[in-house]
């Protein structure tokens, strides 16, 4: 199934019990409210899915895992409550990510910013390549990584998140991430990357479900407060938004592109 969203697309093949969920954006694979709302929707539905024994994670394209929040949404938020529902968006992805049961294998082929560090986060296993550099730069656009950071913060420890969230302007390299933990494997190039994912994947849709279901279960142990701790984190980022700091530096962001 594929869900056009203007430009940007969800898309969803199975396979051996294997679910792939791809998905794109032309703006460095960014995610506008509707992406974030259709990740959600297909992770929690192959949760729910009998056939599916382990989900894959990806997107389209070489140099950018994912950007983060679109600049064009933010742009246009003007009030509180228009705030607290984009940034719910990402609240909701790593909420299904977290409960919907199945092992998540996430596939960084380039960088990782903002949010898409807290997807890389929110994954069970992270497999990565060279180039797939990360860095959380919330701050510098006025807010903080304050939805995703739970999950980079538990992922990672307390310590590296404070580095990648102080220092927001600049990437940490990928072999940084994997140090760290954000990613359990890094590869040399594309192609190594791949054949583990397959390999992985292959292996865990053979596996027992019901014990993928508990350990997935026992990996998440102490999130269960997560959908209100996120929903109050996204609130602070939709107040945060409206700031002059904010608007004069998307603003500024927009016009370097254009």
Known sequence: MIEHIKEGFVKVDREHGIATIEFFHPQSNSLPGKILDTLAKEIYSEGLNPDTKVIVLRSVGEKVFCSGASFDELSIINSEEAGLKFFSGFAHVINAMRTCGKIIIARIQGKCIGGGVGLAAAADYAIACEGADVKLSELAV?????????????????????????????????????????????????????????????????????????????????????????????????????????????????????
Not at 219 to 224: C, H, I, L, R, S
Request: aromatic fraction near 8%; avoid cysteine.
């Open 142 to 258: 006025g807010i903080g990584p304050f939805v995703v950071g739970p999950a980079v913060e538990r992922k990672i420890g307390l310590s590296a998140f404070s580095q990648l969230t102080i220092d927001a302007v600049t990437f940490r390299p990928a072999d940084w991430a994997r140090r760290k933990g954000l990613y359990a494997e890094l590869h040399p190039d594309v192609a190594g990357m791949d054949e583990s994912i397959i390999r992985l994947s292959t292996t865990l849709s053979h596996s027992n479900p019901d014990a993928l279901h508990e350990l997935k279960t026992i990996f998440w142990k102490g999130t269960e407060h997560w959908d209100e701790l996120l929903k109050e984190r996204a609130a602070i980022s939709g107040r945060l938004i409206l700031s002059e700091h904010s608007k004069a530096f998307i603003q500024r962001f927009k016009q370097k592109l254009s």
